[in-house]
């Protein structure tokens, strides 16, 4: 199947990058066997944005590849190194593209404007290294924080053209040849119905007054229904300040004429919707053939009834073109003069959500399998459960005690929560469950109280092992020293006194071991 040129509406999903995970370091050197972390943070992941870029004037990129990803945040490392962000990326859009959620249905963004920028997926955040959770109480974390996952998310591209004056009407009506005799726009042009497929753009220079002229693909009775081409292109008048009808006057279908023809398409505007205040212009084309010339002088009178001023035109030979073109730059410079001043548009745009009155909240649910779960919602359990590593203990800890000092456990107990209780914490299907177990300590605070390194307050067990290994040995050692003593002294009838002893030689305990072992086999046989 051929992939079309002109696209104004794709849906593309968009994937920010991951964060880098922060670095658990200790510094080392020669002489300081524990100089203090140094782990470095994650860097952020690379962002998704749109930009409006003048060059491009469709989605046909978008159509073709449908999904865009940002690149991940290197990890921290050691020695207080930081890892580099991801790169962000940018989309160039059309200008007048509408940017929709695909799954709620929330516009994210209008861009409309030179340069306008809206970020669609943000990148995640990265963890946070050892260093950076070092405080007063602990000093020397051995864990670090996990990047954050990217968003990623599914939308919906709309492109409605920018345009001061959009010329409606039926097809063959003249429309793609007043824009072309009037502005340098070269649409395709035909003797048969619906020549044009998508919307064409032409500027147009009347005196003083530049302005923009849309021609939009010819609309029949039921357009907004979705007959014809008019569903997927009457969004494309949404954004013009004044309409012109292209009537045609020298058609030879059966039960047209001019006057009912600008009745099918105001109904089809009306049934749109939102174009009610649009100013009205109505050119009767094609009145270089006699018969179209003097049906337009006969309606013509009806027409401006109505209250629209009608020009009486021929995009052929020329005739009534300029006053046409004089006409709409009045009705947009009189449209441009009635708007606002448009406000200072900001660099980029992001909606912001709404903050939460609680920073959580608590449901008693179902798990399932016959029992509950205490399920725990908000914004920060959650994003501190996704940045903490389970196969550290002391992470672990570091999680309990920012969920207690959020206040998680003290409403629990309130709500009426008791011991052994699960606790689900986590957004989707797959959440992290807990047992409640309050006031009892667990993680890494099974080594230490909470807030505290066990390594900084307490004696750490390695050396505690080495320490009661020593005592064994020195009490040993001690015991066959006094051993010794005692039989040189028997065998000398006490003239060494044991003053020369030195306890803390090495090698007098294999020395006078041995010298003791000889001189008591010797006393022995002095008393046989």
Known sequence: MAIPSFVDRVTLTVIAGKGGHGCASVHREKFKPLGGPDGGNGGDGGGVV??????????????????????????????????????????????????????????????????????VAAGGR??????????????????????????????????????????VGFPSAGKSSLIAAISRARPKIADYPFTTLIPNLGVVVAGDITYTVADVPGLIEGASMGKGLGFDFLRHIERCQAIVHVVDCATFEPGRDPLSDLDVIEGELAAHGGLEDRPRLVALNKVDIPDAAEIAEMVKADVEARGWKTFVISTKSGEGLNGLVFAMAQLVAERRATLPEPAPRKIVIRPKAVAQAEPFTIKKMGDGMGGFVWRVRGEKPERWVKQTDFNNGEAVGYLADRLNR???????????????????????????????????????????????????????????????????????????????????????????????????DNGFESDYAATGESTADDADQQED
């Open 406 to 504: 959020l206040g998680i456990e003290d409403k629990l107990l309130e709500i009426g929560a008791r011991p052994g209780d699960g606790v689900a914490i986590g957004a989707g299907d797959d959440p992290v469950v807990f047992d409640f177990a309050p006031q009892v300590e667990t993680g890494a605070e099974l080594l230490s109280r909470r807030g505290e390194d066990q390594r900084l307050e307490n004696e750490r067990p390695a050396a505690a092992r080495r320490r009661e290994r020593d005592a064994e040995y020195q009490e040993r050692r001690g015991g066959l020293h006094r051993d010794a003593w005692r039989s040189v002294n028997a065998a000398t009838d006490g003239f060494y006194d044991g003053s020369d002893f030195d306890s803390d």
């Open 126 to 167: 990265g963890g946070l290294g050892n260093a950076a959770l070092a405080s007063s109480s602990r000093k020397a974390p051995g864990f670090a924080l996990l990047g954050e996952e990217g968003e990623e998310r599914k939308i919906m591209l709309e492109l409605k053209v920018v345009a001061d004056v959009g010329l």
């Open 50 to 119: 749109l930009r409006v870029d003048p060059q491009v004037t469709t989605l046909v990129e978008y159509h073709r590849q449908s999904v865009r990803k940002a690149s991940n945040g290197q990890p921290g490392s050691g020695d207080h190194k930081n890892g580099s962000c991801g790169e962000d990326i940018v989309l160039g859009v059309p200008e007048g593209t509408i940017v929709t959620d695909a799954e709620t249905g929330e516009v994210l963004a209008d861009l409309t404007g030179d340069n306008i920028e809206a970020t």
